[in-house]
Every structure is written in C-alpha cells, then in structure tokens.
C-alpha cells in the first residue's frame, strides 16, 4: 500500500488500529476534519460543506472518494480550479523552490540534487556534509512550513501531485524528505532513527483549507515516515511509532482559512468569557508541555 499513489483510507483502518481516526482529527475544533467544499454534495448527507469527514464515509464502499488531484476526472479537476484556485504544483518546480531554501541554510548550492535542463534532477548520492559549525541536528531541527498546502507537495514527494507519476524514494525532494533522509544517513539504531524522525516531524507544520486534500496531505507524510523506516531496516515501524506520527502530523498539519487564521468558512471572533475565539489551535512542540498549544496567529506574529 504505501507504494501507491492513491493511499487506501480502509487499508489504514483494517491495518493501523486508531491511525485513520489520528489522521481526521481537527484540534481546533476537537471534532474532525469537515469538507469544506461542496465538491462531494451531490453524494447527499455526511457530505456537504460543513459535515465532518467520518471513516463511514470514505472507507469500505466509499472508499475511493477521496482521491489524489492526479486521477480525479478532468472535469473535476477543472471545476476545482475555477472554484477554489486549486493549482498544484509539479514537482520539478516544488524541488528547486526547495532547493533555494536549502541553498541558504547550507551556503552552497546542490547539495540534495542538481537540476537539469529538462525539468528532471539527479540526485547527490554521497551523504549530505554539515560545515560551518552545523550539524544534521540542527537542519532536522529547522522549522518548515508550506502555505496552503494542498497534498503537500512541498513537504513529501511520493508522487508528482500532477503527474500523478510514483517518486523513488532515492530521488524524493520534499522538505521533510530531506530531513529523513539526512536523519537516515545519520543514525543506526531503531530507536535513533524514530527519535529524530519524531523531531523532524514536530518541526514541519502546513496548512490546508479543503478537508479532502488535507487527509491525502496528512496520509502522505505518514506514509513517507513508513517508506523511509522500511527502506532503512527492511520491516514495518511498530504500531506505537506509527500512531505516534500520526498524532504529531493531526497537530501541524491542520485545517485553516490562511487569510482568516480561523476554520474555513468562519469569521474569526475575539476571545472572552462569552464568546471563545475561533482561532486555529498549533503545537509548538519546544515550548514546555503545558504551554505548547498555542493560537497559529500569535505563533506567527512572534
């Protein structure tokens, strides 16, 4: 499963017990993810604008409404567009976009790939060097985000979002990517490896107005902890880590009207005694534990 493009949600709830429930969960809200498009309506209740996104819903025989942009009808992806400004972004364009970030973190250019004239890359196959007084702690430890988000092209790369064309692994350009891969290069034991993987996870947040899309973005990153755990020790991360991922990626990858700060579809309010505000809740994972859940507007304005 984790190879396909098209993630299965009933695979997820027959093999990973309380993943997909993880993945549907809106902390703002305490309730789940919900629509937030009309695009499914016509399936009639539990799908319209402001019905919550159930497992009854897209699983078993729904269990392929929810799809990846890539293999929706033309007519669906069009009409997306035309509705919501919904253009998504291949990934030549997302990895050398990338690749400026990581030009100025490590003050020198190709360190992950160099890009070619037809709109392909190669990957560097030696490990990634650390000058300067850095070192891959503090890249994984950097903090990422990408803005409306979609199916988070920026942050994982198991698929081109418009081609809908399969990433090997080795050649995976996303944020987060870069940082298990450097995490993969870098540790030797299990318990290494999902320590610093936990951390490059509580350190890359997105966000994403359509409940659909924010499900596949939050399967997507899910799955790449899977692909890289696998390719790296030859098995299947236990249960408890995979579920453990799943909780971090409910927090920071979150439903959210970017313009509003607030749920889609609601108008921000003041918070008081009478009326609470409606602003989206984040983790910040370095402050102490008591103090990490914090409104997303005041994580912004510093």
């Not at 000058?131 to 988070?152: F, L, N």
């Amino acid at each position: 499963m984790t190879n396909s493009v098209d993630i299965s949600e009933t695979d997820i709830l027959n093999q990973y017990p309380d993943v997909l429930e993880m993945l549907l969960k809106d902390h703002t809200t305490q309730q789940n993810i919900y629509w937030a498009t009309d695009s499914y309506a016509g399936m009639g209740e539990g799908y319209q604008f402001r019905d919550p996104i159930t497992k009854e819903r897209i699983t078993g025989d729904n269990g392929l409404v929810i799809r990846p942009r890539a293999v929706k009808s033309r007519d669906e992806q069009t009409r997306r567009s035309k509705d919501m400004a919904e253009v998504f972004t291949p990934s030549w364009i997302c990895n050398a976009q990338n690749n400026l970030v990581d030009n100025a973190w490590f003050g020198r250019n190709g360190v992950f790939n160099t890009e070619l004239p037809d709109h392909t890359w190669k990957a560097t196959p030696e490990r990634i060097e650390f000058t300067d007084g850095r070192s891959w702690k503090d890249y994984v430890r950097d903090t990422r985000m990408e803005i409306t988000c979609g199916e988070a092209p920026y942050l994982v790369s198991r698929y081109d979002t418009v081609s809908g064309q399969p990433i090997a692994l080795a050649e995976r350009i996303g944020l987060l990517d870069r940082k298990l891969r450097v995490i993969s290069e870098n540790t030797a034991t299990t318990g290494d490896f999902l320590d610093w993987s936990q951390e490059a996870f509580k350190n890359t947040y997105g966000f994403e107005w359509q409940g659909d899309n924010l499900l596949l973005a939050r399967e997507a990153l899910l799955f790449t902890f899977i692909d890289y755990y696998r390719a790296k020790f030859d098995e299947e991360p236990m249960l408890k880590s995979i579920q453990y991922i799943a909780y971090i990626v409910s927090w920071n990858i979150w439903q959210m009207d970017g313009l509003k700060f607030c749920p889609p579809g609601e108008e921000p309010c003041d918070g008081d005694l009478f009326s609470p505000s409606n602003l989206c809740m984040v983790r910040d994972w370095r402050k102490p534990r008591d103090r990490q859940k914090i409104f997303f507007k005041s994580l912004m304005e510093g």
